[in-house]
C-alpha cells in the first residue's frame, strides 16, 4: 500500500507510478498550467490529461513552470495522456501521439492510454500504441473505460500487455469483476472520478465515518481506494484541496468502515457506461 503522495507502484513491465495523482478533466486550457504548476509545487508526481479535455497545452505549460520552480526533473514526474477515439486509424492515432507530445512540449510520455474502447474495433490504436512503446516513446501503454470482453478481444492479439485500466471507480461503483480480472492479467486499476465528481461527498453514512476519524468525506474516499491499492486520479483546481486530498496517509479505515463504503455499491456512475457511449 503507497504511504505518501510520491510512493509508486510497479506495472508488469517494472515501469513505476505514483498512485496518486492530479486529473485535469474540465478545466479549460488557460488555466491549467497554473493547477498544474500547483499541483507539482504541493507534491503530486502524477498529472493525467488526454487528448479530448483540450488542456495538453496547459498541462505542458504547467509541467514546464512546476519543474522550474521546484527544481525537479522530468524524470520525476509521470505524464499520462489519451488517445481519442476518434483516431481509429493507425496512423491517425500515431500522427495525433506527436502531436499530443508537442502540446505538452514534452519528448516522451510515461503512459498513454486508449480513452475509450468505442463501438468499432480499438485494434489500430493498440497496434499504434505497442508501435510507440517498441520505439521507446511512451514508457508504458494502456487502456481506459475497458470491460473484460474489451480486455479479452485485446489480449488475444496484444503483443504488449496493458500496464493499466482506467476506470471510473468510487464507492457507488466498486467494480469487483473487473478488478478481479486485471488482477489475473497482471493489469493495474487506477479509478477515475473517485469522488463522483464530487457527487459523494455529503453521503450520510461516509459523512460518519469522517467525523470519526475526523477526516473530510473526500479523505474517507480517497483512503478506502488506497487500502484496497487501487491507484487513483483526482480533480481540484484549489490548491487547500489538493493538500487535503493528499493528506490521507495519518490514518486508517478499519474494517467495519470498509465494510460500510463497499455496501454503497449500487453500479451506479457518473460517467456513460462503455459499452453505451456512442460515438
Ligand atoms: P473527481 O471525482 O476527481 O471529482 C472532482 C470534483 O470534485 C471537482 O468538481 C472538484 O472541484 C471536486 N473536489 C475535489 N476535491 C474536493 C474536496 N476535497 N472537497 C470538495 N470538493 C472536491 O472527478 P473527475 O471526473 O475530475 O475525475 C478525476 C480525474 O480522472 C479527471 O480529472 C481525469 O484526469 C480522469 N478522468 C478520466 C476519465 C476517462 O474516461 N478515462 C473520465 C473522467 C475523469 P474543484 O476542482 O472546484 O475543487
Redesign the pocket.
Known amino acids: 500500500m503507497i504511504q505518501s503522495l510520491t510512493d509508486k507502484v510497479v506495472f508488469n513491465n517494472g515501469i513505476e507510478i505514483p498512485g496518486l495523482g492530479l486529473?485535469?478533466?474540465?478545466i479549460p486550457n488557460e488555466e491549467t498550467a497554473e493547477v498544474v504548476k500547483t499541483g507539482i509545487i504541493n507534491g503530486y508526481r502524477l498529472i493525467?490529461?488526454?487528448q479530448i479535455y483540450g488542456n495538453e497545452k496547459g498541462t505542458g505549460e504547467g509541467i514546464k513552470e512546476g519543474l522550474k520552480i521546484t527544481g525537479l526533473n522530468r524524470e520525476d514526474l509521470f505524464v499520462t495522456s489519451?488517445v481519442w477515439n476518434a483516431h481509429i486509424s493507425k496512423e491517425e492515432a500515431l500522427n495525433s501521439f506527436e502531436e499530443s507530445l508537442k502540446k505538452l512540449q514534452l519528448d516522451y510520455l510515461d503512459l498513454f492510454l486508449i480513452?475509450?474502447p468505442g463501438k468499432d474495433s480499438f485494434k489500430e490504436s493498440w497496434l499504434a500504441l505497442e508501435e510507440l512503446y517498441e520505439a521507446g516513446k511512451i514508457r508504458a501503454i494502456g487502456v481506459?473505460?475497458f470491460e473484460i470482453h474489451h480486455l479479452e478481444e485485446l489480449l488475444s492479439y496484444a503483443k504488449v500487455i496493458p500496464a493499466l485500466n482506467?476506470i471510473?471507480l468510487?464507492p457507488k461503483l466498486s467494480q469487483k469483476e473487473i478488478r478481479d480480472f486485471c488482477k489475473q492479467h497482471d493489469i493495474k486499476i487506477q479509478a477515475?472520478?473517485?469522488?463522483?465528481?464530487?457527487q459523494l461527498?455529503d453521503h450520510p453514512i461516509i459523512k460518519e465515518i469522517a467525523k470519526k476519524h475526523k477526516k473530510?468525506t473526500?479523505q474517507i474516499i480517497l483512503r478506502w481506494d488506497i487500502e484496497q491499492e487501487i491507484l487513483l486520479?483526482?480533480?481540484?483546481?484549489?490548491e487547500n484541496?489538493m493538500l487535503?486530498?493528499s493528506d490521507v496517509f495519518d490514518f486508517k479505515l478499519d474494517n467495519e468502515d470498509m465494510e460500510r463504503l463497499n455496501s454503497l455499491n449500487q453500479s451506479l456512475r457518473s460517467?456513460p457506461h462503455p459499452d453505451e457511449f456512442n460515438f
Open positions: 486529473g485535469v478533466f474540465q493525467d490529461t488526454a489519451k480513452h475509450w481506459s473505460n482506467q471510473e468510487h477515475w472520478s473517485p469522488l463522483m465528481q464530487g461527498l473530510s473526500a486520479v483526482v480533480k481540484s483546481v484549489h484541496r487535503s486530498n460517467g
